[in-house]
């Protein structure tokens, strides 16, 4: 298993300004990934952040909007730019490890946003 | 990755045995069957995952069909802890690819 963390827990953002969310591991993992949680729904993937390399965005997500950056094998980052309240939401970082029993994904607890 | 069909929500009783169903017709040979939960204002929790065999660890029980079109995951015995979103979701061995989510199970344990 990993441990992994996220900062800030929560915020209270203005709309138009942006919000940079960390995400530390605490052991080297290659793949990283970025999840969204609107209120009441099931977790919908933003990108993969893999170091070394650009993210990798999915359908509806684009970089201007969530830059991401993975500057090494422990951490990444994920901004939410000009934000408005449609990005309310709970955003989660996820790393993919390999254990004895296989691969699996661990998650951090989730950075709560809310956009006035 | 294939889907999977699970019911919106279960309700279990403390103490008792909890088996938590998913279809998943359109698996493919190379796909893991895996398990994650949800608990509320968490982030999700891996469970379990295999591939064929049935799977046991500390947390739970995986019970995979024979024909693998459908898994049951297995709480030997519910605790108000449980009360979750339970989430069957398939993965290709073969790639290093995200999990994709669905609805999930929604469980409620009654004291």
């Known amino acids: 298993s990993a441990v992994i963390s996220q900062k800030p827990s929560r915020d209270i953002c203005q709309r138009g300004t942006s919000l940079t969310i960390q995400c530390q591991v605490d052991s080297q993992v290659t793949m990283m990934f970025w999840y969204r949680q609107q209120p009441g729904q099931s977790l919908t993937l933003i990108a993969t952040a893999n170091q070394g390399s650009e993210a990798t965005y999915e359908s509806g997500f684009v970089i201007d909007k969530f830059p991401i950056s993975r500057p090494n094998l422990t951490f990444s980052t994920l901004t939410v730019s000009n934000m408005s309240p449609e990005d309310s939401s709970i955003y989660l970082c996820?790393?993919?490890?390999?254990?004895?029993?296989?691969?699996?994904?661990?998650f951090g607890p989730g950075t709560r946003l809310l956009v006035l | 990755d294939a889907k999977t069909t699970q019911p919106n929500s279960m309700e279990s009783n403390e103490e008792e045995p909890v088996h938590l169903p998913c279809n998943h017709s359109?698996?493919?040979?190379?796909?893991?069957i895996h398990w994650y939960r949800q608990l509320p204002s968490q982030g999700p929790e891996y469970v379990i995952h295999g591939l064929t065999s049935n799977v046991n660890n500390r947390m739970a029980s995986l019970a995979i069909a024979e024909d693998r079109k459908s898994s049951t995951l297995i709480l030997h015995r519910a605790t108000l802890r449980d009360a979750a979103v339970y989430y069957c979701?398939?993965?290709?061995?073969?790639?290093?690819?995200?999990?994709?989510f669905g609805k999930g199970t929604k469980l409620s344990v009654k004291p």
């Open positions: 979701i398939l993965r290709d061995g073969g790639s290093q690819g995200n999990l994709i």
């Open positions: 996820s790393a993919l490890l390999t254990g004895t029993a296989g691969e699996a994904q661990y």
């Open positions: 359109t698996i493919s040979g190379t796909d893991y």
